[in-house]
């Protein structure tokens, strides 16, 4: 998932950190720690809401039986 998120932003926020440092090697840099920031906050949110979709399931099997 984190690759998927990778390809998608990565072009975009590369330009986007582009126009304000001349830098390539330091573009990279902030462009991957930006990347794994959001990741890290997002995998909670992710993971939590995964936990849910399966109480759900688990809830509706349980009173179909």
Not at 33 to 57: D, F, N, Y
């Amino acid at each position: 998932a984190f690759a998927a998120l990778f390809r998608h932003f990565a072009p975009r926020l590369k330009s986007f950190f582009g126009r304000f440092q001349d830098d390539e090697g330091r573009v990279e840099e902030v462009l991957q720690e930006t990347l794994v920031a959001i990741w890290t906050k997002a995998r909670p949110s992710i993971q939590a809401k995964q936990k849910m979709r399966l109480a759900g399931t688990s809830c509706a099997i349980f009173l179909k039986a």
